[in-house]
Structure formats: C-alpha cells, structure tokens
C-alpha cells in the first residue's frame, strides 16, 4: 500500500517549538513534493507550505514565514515540519501530502495524504 505516516505533535506551550514527521510507505518521497495543510476549529483546511522534489519551499499561509521550515531526510524517506515560535492560532489539525510533481496549494493535486496530527498551542 502507498501511505503517508505522520508522527509528533502534541501540546505545546505558546513560543514553543514542534517537530513533525511525514514518511513514506511503499513509495519514495523523493520525487514527489510534499505539501502540508492543517485545519484549525471551525475552520477551513488550509494550504500552510510544500516542499518540492527539485525546488525550494513554498508557503502559502503568510503568517508561518519565518516560523516553520520543511526538510527532507532521503535515507529515511521522511519529510520534516520543524514549527518555532508557535503560536495559538497554530492549534488545528496538520496533514501532509504527495504530489507527483510540483507543489500547489489545492488539495485536489495531490495524491496521498497522512493521517492528521493535532498539534495544540495553549498555556
């Protein structure tokens, strides 16, 4: 089977950081590009940022500009979501996802998707 499988997240204190990882399964992530989105309460899932497989990162929400960064470990077939200075309007539900080429910001280009992880930002 072909999946994504997300890990990390959790609680965490405002200002705090947040690792989270996207792998692969049954396929390799390195020709794909992997875009991320979260969906917050009472809202709309939103595109947040996408790394390509040949490309830099591209975001697609201002507000996490300088906060969260995308890498990728190959040997591992992992991609990593590594959010700083988090803050509470970061609290939602973060999934990652393939595309078979290149990074867009609609879910409909995408292939396959990780199960959800929350991640909560609070005091």
């Known amino acids: 089977q072909l999946q994504l499988v997300e890990s990390g997240g959790g609680l965490v204190q405002p200002g705090g950081s947040q690792r989270l990882s996207c792998a692969g399964s049954?396929?390799?992530?390195?020709?794909?590009?992997i875009g991320w989105f979260r969906q917050a309460p009472g809202k709309e899932r939103e595109g947040v940022l996408c790394?390509?497989?040949?490309?830099?990162?591209?975001y697609y929400t201002n507000s996490v500009k300088g906060r969260f960064t995308l890498s990728r470990d190959n040997a591992k077939n992992t991609v990593y979501l590594q959010m700083n200075s988090l803050k509470p309007e970061d609290t939602a539900v973060y999934y990652c996802?393939?595309?078979?080429?290149?990074?867009?910001?609609?879910?409909?280009?995408?292939?396959?998707w990780g199960q959800g992880i929350q991640v909560t930002v609070s005091s």
């Open positions: 996802a393939a595309a078979d080429i290149n990074c867009s910001g609609r879910e409909d280009e995408y292939d396959y």
């Open positions: 049954g396929f390799s992530l390195d020709y794909y590009a």
């Open positions: 790394i390509g497989s040949s490309y830099g990162t591209t």
